[in-house]
């Protein structure tokens, strides 16, 4: 089974803070991604990254920044907290497929429930 | 803009049928996913269709109209442990991402 394992599940930040969001994988997939999920919104997606060093902006990608090292780590940066990034944060992965072919499913993490005081 | 819409809320009572709907509009469209989220959990994955027609996989059908922009998830023989958040998602370019639903909210009832 795919495990998608996010470092927090919860934490409590202060307003103007450098917050670090981990997320590991442990099937060897080449694609990740960080999505925010707010009430009424769903799931937008801020960030995803094909490969390591390879990132690619969301549609929200405003006050975040991404950080892919290794393969099995990617790494969601608030580089100052505010308290409109109040939110669950949800980390997933997925095979390299053909482009296009979506039929790969996204496995994700069970979630970062973020507060910014 | 990209626009997924679906209802917000819908209720039904064990064993029945119900049918969640899905109208896109994108400016690009590969396939149409549908993903299951308890509260408190993780999004999992359910259902793709990228061509029109019905899938099934037990109790649960997802169904894709390319040309009317519209799909819907069919699930059979309800069971409380269905009462979960369901989101449609749409694969539109040729990156990997998704553009997901706001979601609905299934409420089972006894």
């Known amino acids: 089974d795919v495990k998608v394992t996010q470092s927090s599940r919860y934490l409590v930040k202060r307003t103007g803070e450098k917050v670090f969001l981990e997320c590991v994988q442990d099937?060897?997939?080449?694609?990740m991604f960080w999505y925010r999920q707010d009430p009424g919104l769903g799931l937008r997606l801020i960030y995803f990254?094909?490969?390591?060093?390879?990132?690619e902006k969301g549609d929200i990608p405003e006050g975040y920044s991404v950080s892919r090292e290794k393969k099995e780590r990617f790494s969601l940066i608030l580089e100052s907290a505010s308290t409109n990034q109040t939110s669950m944060y949800l980390c997933a992965s997925s095979l390299l497929a053909i482009v296009q072919d979506f039929r790969q499913p996204q496995h994700f993490g069970d979630g970062t429930r973020l507060s910014i005081l | 803009g990209q626009s997924l819409e679906q209802p917000s809320e819908v209720t039904a009572v064990e064993g029945a049928i119900v049918q969640i709907n899905c109208t896109y509009q994108t400016s690009g469209f590969y396939g149409l996913s549908w993903y299951q989220q308890h509260d408190g959990g993780a999004p999992t994955f359910l259902s793709y269709?990228?061509?029109?027609g019905l899938e099934e996989t037990g109790r649960f059908s997802s169904f894709l109209s390319r040309s009317d922009s519209y799909g819907y998830l069919l699930l059979q023989e309800l069971q409380m442990k269905d009462s979960a958040s369901y989101f449609c998602?749409?694969?539109?370019?040729?990156?990997?991402?998704?553009?997901f639903g706001s979601g609905t909210r299934l409420l089972v009832r006894p």
């Open positions: 099937m060897d997939h080449e694609n």
């Open positions: 998602a749409v694969g539109m370019d040729s990156s990997y991402k998704l553009i």
């Open positions: 990254s094909y490969d390591v060093k390879m990132k």
């Open positions: 269709n990228a061509l029109d």
